[in-house]
């Protein structure tokens, strides 16, 4: 071999070993930041962990807000319903009423036609007799 050759190989192997020489420092230098990855993961999802928990308890009060506003509302609505039975029974009620009313009108119109009648047929007779 010549020695430009063997100068070249010999300055590539120092640049080689001078590479892995390096290469610890960078290992740990990657584990460090592989710590730090870590331990900022560890914080954030704890902190997400906080935070799901305290999401969870506003929505267990807001559902149980929600549960008191819909049984007020059932409340409610059966109070409505119940008052427009009512309100029907009271209706039909009062049509009962005046469908009693109008058949004794109905049948005092029939008596009074009646006796009317009579009445004519009784003056009639008298002019009849008066009359000559």
Do not use: C, H
Not at 5 to 15: A, D, H, S, T
Not at 104 to 110: F, Y
């Amino acid at each position: 071999m010549d020695a430009v050759n063997v100068l070249k190989r010999v300055e590539m192997l120092e640049q080689r070993v001078e590479a892995l020489e390096r290469l610890p420092q960078q290992v740990g230098e990657l584990a460090s930041q592989i710590v730090q990855l870590r331990a900022e993961m560890r914080d954030g999802f704890s902190a997400l962990r906080d935070e799901m928990r305290s999401m969870e308890g506003r929505i267990e009060t807001r559902t149980q807000a929600i549960e008191v506003k819909t049984d007020k509302i059932k409340a409610e609505t059966a109070e409505i319903w119940a008052e427009a039975g009512k309100t029907r029974a009271e209706t039909e009620g009062i049509g009962a009423r005046i469908l009693a009313i109008e058949a004794r009108i109905e049948t005092g119109e029939v008596e009074a036609r009646n006796f009317m009648r009579v009445l004519y047929e009784d003056l009639v007779e008298r002019m009849k007799t008066l009359g000559g």
